[in-house]
Structure formats: C-alpha cells, structure tokens
C-alpha cells in the first residue's frame, strides 16, 4: 500500500505540491488527474525519490520511500526515456538490473513479454529502429519486468493504435489482479473513468476533488437526460430545474440539477409524440473535472 501523507514541494518560492494526502491499496488503481503544469510530475518524482528535498511522508507497505524500496516501484513516464543507440534486449537488461534481477531471469522474462507485446522480433534490433508504439511497448517492459508492488503509468496510452491500448489495458488489468497498486495519470477522462476506482484532481498542486470515482459522481447530483425527437428547446430550458439543453447531433442532452425533477421532465418530453429515447445518465468525469478545476481557478 501506497501512502502521501501531507506532502509538500517547493521549487524556489513556487509551490508545486500542496499538503498532497492520498492512499492507494493494494490492487487498486488510483487516478492523479490535474491540468498541465498542476504537480503530477512532481508528485511521481518524489515517489520514485528523484526529488527528495519535500515536507511529508511518503511510504510503501509502512516503509519510508527510499533507494531500497523503489526497487519495488516500476515507472512508465510520459517523456520517452529509452537509449535509443541500445538493443531492446540490452536496453531491457539495463533497467532490470538496476532493480536487482539477475541475467538468466531478465532474460526469460523479456522473452515472455516481448512475445505478449507481439514484438519479438525486435529483441536485437537498436530501439530506434522501432516505432514509436513499439518503443512504447519496451518502455513498458522495462516497467513492469520486475513485478512491482506499485505501478506508476503516466499517459501509458499516449502513441498506441486502439488495438495495442487494448492490449495494455488487459495487462494493466492482470497486475491489479495480481494485487500491485497502479497509478494512473491521463488527461484522457474516459480512460480514467474507465479504470480508476478512486482519484485525486489537482490544481495549482492542490488537492480540489478526492475519493472513489462512485462516490464523487454520488456527491455530484447533476444528471444528464438524452433525449431523441423534436422537441421545443426554448420551452425545455425553461423549465424548473433545467440547467441546459445541448443539441449534439440527433440527440438532445437535458442538463438537470439532480434526480428529483426526472418525473416532471419526463412527463413533459411525453407530450411530444415523436420521441424514440429517454435515458438518464450519470454525469462524466469529464464534465466534473472541468467543472471542478473551473471552480478552482475562480477562488
Ligand atoms: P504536465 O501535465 O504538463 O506534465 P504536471 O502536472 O506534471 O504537468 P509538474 O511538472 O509537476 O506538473 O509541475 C508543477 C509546477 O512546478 C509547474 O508550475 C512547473 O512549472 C513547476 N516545476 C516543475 N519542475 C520544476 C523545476 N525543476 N524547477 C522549477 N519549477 C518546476
């Protein structure tokens, strides 16, 4: 298990981290979601202890974060960060070693994984000779071949063709089922939404919004109804608790202030006789994280 506990960062009078608490269990995939510049990067680099100059606690199963533990720790950033003049498998062995595994296992294990990523024929090919999904993949490999007990994954999708970002998601997916604790950074919300149990949004290296992704849309009443028909826009609008009506393509998206004026909109769209669809969803991540940071920057 994964513990910040009131941490806090400055750059010279500028504070990147801001009293930051959060706690990812074991096979738990946690979301650290900000704007650019909001103090992700920074919070990832004093986990892996990159930065050590901060205020706080931060620990892996009770133990302070230190040049012992982070072998336990496996980090796919966003910047690419492979030696391009090496070989997949001596780029591979570089990063392995240094997290203590012996040859003869990097060696199986590379194997193994260079033939899950479809990529095996590039063991002894210099990596920039491969493309930039497949030098994803290698950086990926180098992150996960000693089987951490915490995975960080900054934009692990970033540069993946809808096949390969399938591919990752399933083996993101068995290292949670193995019991690692995974954090997840994207500025792609449906990619979170889709995966992230619990998150942390952040501004200005703030935390603005905290918790389980079901409690968070729980707290956050507003609802969208969809609608399909011609139906009176103006007069809709008007109604009470109506926040907005949005024309997307042949549907009509009812913001509305909560659950309780779903029977009074729904009776008044039944007066319309050409409707063919009346859902009510839950509002997105998206439509909280912008609503949240928005919310943030006016204080
Ligand atoms: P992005 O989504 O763009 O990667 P981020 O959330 O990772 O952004 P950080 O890189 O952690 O944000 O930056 C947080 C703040 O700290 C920013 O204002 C940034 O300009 C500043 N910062 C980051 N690194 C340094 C540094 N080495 N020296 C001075 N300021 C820095």
Redesign the pocket.
């Known amino acids: 298990m994964l513990k910040v506990e009131n941490v806090s960062k400055y ?2 009078t ?1 504070k ?1 981290v801001d009293n930051l608490s959060f706690e990812v269990n074991d096979g738990e995939i946690f979301g650290l979601l ?10 990832f680099r004093m986990i892996m202890c990159l930065i050590d100059d901060y205020t706080g606690n931060i620990t892996l199963d009770g133990k302070k974060i230190d040049y012992t533990v982070t072998d336990k720790i496996g980090f796919l950033t ?1 910047e690419r960060s492979l030696l391009t003049k090496m070989t997949v498998i001596e780029q591979v062995k570089f990063y392995a070693v240094l997290k203590g595994m012996k040859e003869e296992e990097i060696e199986k294990k590379l194997d193994y994984w260079l033939d899950r990523f479809g990529v095996s024929e590039y063991k002894n090919k210099k990596i920039k000779e491969l493309s930039k999904g497949n030098q994803q993949k290698i950086q990926f490999i180098c992150a996960i071949i000693h089987e951490p007990k915490l995975l960080i994954l900054d934009e692990p999708f970033s540069g993946l063709d809808p096949i390969n970002v399938e591919l990752f998601k399933s083996i993101i997916l068995e290292f949670k089922e193995k019991g690692t604790s995974i954090i997840f950074s994207s ?1 792609r919300m449906e990619h979170v939404e889709l995966f992230c149990e619990k998150l942390v949004v ?1 501004v200005k ?1 703030k935390s603005v919004l905290s918790g389980y992704l079901r409690d968070i849309k729980e707290e956050y009443k507003k609802k969208n109804v969809i609608v399909c028909g011609n139906i009176d826009k103006k007069k809709i609008e008007s109604l009470d608790g109506v926040i907005n009506v949005l024309k997307e393509k042949d549907e009509y998206i009812i913001k509305i202030k909560d659950n309780s004026y779903v029977p009074k909109l729904f009776k008044e769209i039944s007066k319309y006789d050409n409707i063919t669809k009346f859902v009510v969803e839950d509002a997105s991540l998206n439509e909280i994280f912008i609503e949240k940071v928005g919310e943030a920057y006016e204080k």
């Open positions: 750059y010279g500028l990147a900000g704007l650019n510049g909001a103090g992700k990067t920074t919070t966003e500025h952040l290296g």
